[in-house]
């Protein structure tokens, strides 16, 4: 656990980071510093910062903390295919858990809503797969393709859409970040942050104020309000990951996600994303 003094200490380097990416100003500092000053003008700027962050530094720390220290560079150059694999619990329409193992295929893009994306699920008494290609979803089934049903089709556009993604890329995707506040949960301090894309779709980021990972997110859709929870962060290939995700939809649990293995820049066949 990093303590308050180092947590304001990693904010301004963060400031200082964003600063000199070009997402802050710093001021110029004069060639020959007066007698009576006491301490640089741009370490007052950054400390100044860390006590009011903007939404933009915010969102622009958690993307130089996801890419390990590298940020949104890094992410870019890493992330270019990621190759999923894990287990879900999944309430069915039934009320029942069913338990299902995945494969998940990703193709970046430019923007979000540009990625090739495909969800092999393997439920135990079928196995068919969702893809998200050209801004729209369609399944597999014994190689010929079908329209999902409705309710399926939202929940993985959801995981797109209102995932991480949507603020590690929100520049990429043209969103805007409104600063909502700070806020103590459960004795954990956050920063709340919302990201709203070109669509008017708003995701709600609740960010550790510590050590500025997102350890929460809250999206609503036709009058129900969901929550998203991130745990067990762990490094894969230099970027930090989520290795455990519940998604909550009101007071029920409807989705656990396990991550088993994750490898990213390995070669993906685009015949992974065809629709037939």
């Keep these: 656990m990093i303590s308050r003094s180092k ?10 980071a964003v600063a000199a990416t070009g997402f802050a100003q710093q001021p110029t500092l004069p060639a020959s510093p007066q007698k009576d000053e006491k301490k640089p003008a741009a370490t007052l700027s950054a400390k100044e910062a860390a006590k009011n962050p903007s939404a933009e530094v915010l969102a622009e720390s958690s993307i130089f903390i996801y890419g390990l220290g590298g940020g949104r560079a890094v992410l870019n150059q890493i992330r270019k295919t990621a190759i999923e694999r894990g287990k879900m619990s999944l309430l069915n329409t039934e009320g029942k858990t069913d338990q299902v193992t995945y494969q998940r295929w990703t193709q970046r893009a430019e923007t979000l809503n540009k990625e090739k994306i495909r969800l092999d699920q393997e439920f135990p008494s ?28 939202r929940t993985f556009q959801n995981q797109i859409l209102h995932g991480l993604e949507a603020l590690l890329r929100y520049k990429e995707n043209g969103s805007t970040v409104g600063l909502i506040g700070k806020e103590k949960v459960f004795g954990v ?15 709600r980021f ?10 929460m997110l809250d999206y609503e859709q036709d009058g129900v309000k969901y929550r998203r929870k991130f745990y067990d962060y762990n490094y894969a290939q230099g970027t930090l990951v989520p290795f455990k995700t519940t ?11 396990e991550v088993g293995t994750i490898t990213y820049g390995q070669k993906i066949d685009d015949a992974m994303f065809a629709g037939g």
């Design 7 to 16: 947590s304001s200490t990693l904010l301004i380097v963060l400031v200082l």
């Design 189 to 203: 301090e956050y920063y709340i942050l919302d990201v709203t894309d070109k669509e008017s779709r708003k995701t």
């Design 247 to 257: 998604l909550w939809a009101g007071d029920k649990v409807i989705e656990e996600t």
């Design 206 to 215: 609740y960010i550790s104020a510590k050590s500025f990972r997102v350890m």
């Design 126 to 153: 079928v196995r068919y797969s969702l893809v998200f290609n050209d801004e729209k979803v369609f399944g597999v089934l014994d190689d010929q393709v079908f329209t999902p049903r409705e309710d399926a089709s």
